[in-house]
């Protein structure tokens, strides 16, 4: 049994370390975006990619085989880092709101659909599986981005070339919009027609006052409220915020025949009238909450206890997580931190 002499300066040490070790604790980011950093109108034909002051988004003739389903994508990005601190890890974030606006640049060209259509909608009236659409027009939905073709979130950017392969083939776009299946995968979502499957977007644009099925005028701001609830979303702004650079697709399924047919076409942010009265382009506003925890509270639960603890002494002897000193081993001196941060 220890006497007292052995005990308090035991004691000690860890009340000094206690008052050392950082605890738990928690911030809330409010950014506020009033021009994307990026934006692209991201069709296989575009020859002016990253200066192109309209972009449109439409869906392909059903009866071609060739290009994507989802064929004119609107491609918007902002860089976060500057104000939400980037690198953290993408799990320390939780993002509590997430809404992206843009604003059409035609006027009375296409009807205003708030609702998911299926797929099979889109299909060739003549194909057995076809369902005809239940209401007039169709939705404007928001995805993210995924990469192929050697480039990533890090590398592409509004200039990257289209594809290095046939813009005719299908799946080839460098950037496309990323979305999650039924199997919670994330996948290319631009082909879903073909593949009979309706993707769940992470957000459905609205637009404020306008009643289904009427024209949409111009400048009228389309909102997306992106669904933070759903695990998916939230998973891919967390990562998104992580890098400081978030990225998001806007599509539709307009109908259109080849080299015709009426679709919705919004603002860039190098249209003269954006540059002119600074109001049209993308705009992002976004809330995130970060959380950090104590050296000692090996499981992040916002206390250090029997827990942390247990994996202490899993560990000890060996490298990991609760090697607190940063000695490279787990031993004695890890245990008098968590002992001293106890609680």
Known sequence: MLSFRQVAPLALAFSTVAALVPQAHADTFTAIYGTPALDRWNYPFNPTPGTRIVASTFGNDPTSTMFDNRDGQFIVGFNTGAQIPAGLGASTYTIQSCVVEITYANDQIVQYDATVDPYNGFLAPTDPDYIEDADPGQPLEMYGVGFRNGFSLATWTEYTPYSPLSPLDQSVR??????????????????????????????????????????????????????????????????????????????????????????????????????????????????????????????????????????????????????????????????????????
């Not at 979305?179 to 593949?195: F, K, M, P």
């Not at 909450?289 to 994996?311: E, F, H, I, K």
Request: overall charge neutral; aromatic content about 8%.
């Open 174 to 343: 460098s950037a496309y919009a990323l979305g999650t299946n039924a199997s919670g995968q994330w996948v290319d979502v631009s082909n879903s027609v073909r593949q009979h499957w309706t993707p769940s977007p992470f957000a459905v644009g609205t637009i404020k006052g306008l009643k289904p099925g009427a024209f949409v005028p111009i400048n009228s701001r389309v909102r997306f409220a992106l669904d933070v609830s759903r695990a998916d979303v939230q998973q891919y702004l967390r990562t998104a915020v992580d890098a400081g650079r978030m990225r998001l697709t806007v599509s539709s399924l307009t109908k259109v025949v080849q080299q015709g047919g009426n679709f919705p076409t919004f603002y860039c942010r190098e249209n003269p009238i954006v540059t002119a009265t600074g109001v049209g382009a993308a705009t992002l506003a976004i809330t995130v909450s970060t959380s950090t925890c104590a050296p000692a509270d090996l499981n992040c639960d916002g206390s250090v206890n029997a827990q942390d603890l247990a994996t202490l002494l899993s560990q000890w002897g060996g490298p990991g997580s609760a090697d607190l000193n940063h000695d490279g081993i787990v031993g004695p001196q890890d245990l008098a931190v968590l002992l001293g941060a106890w609680g």
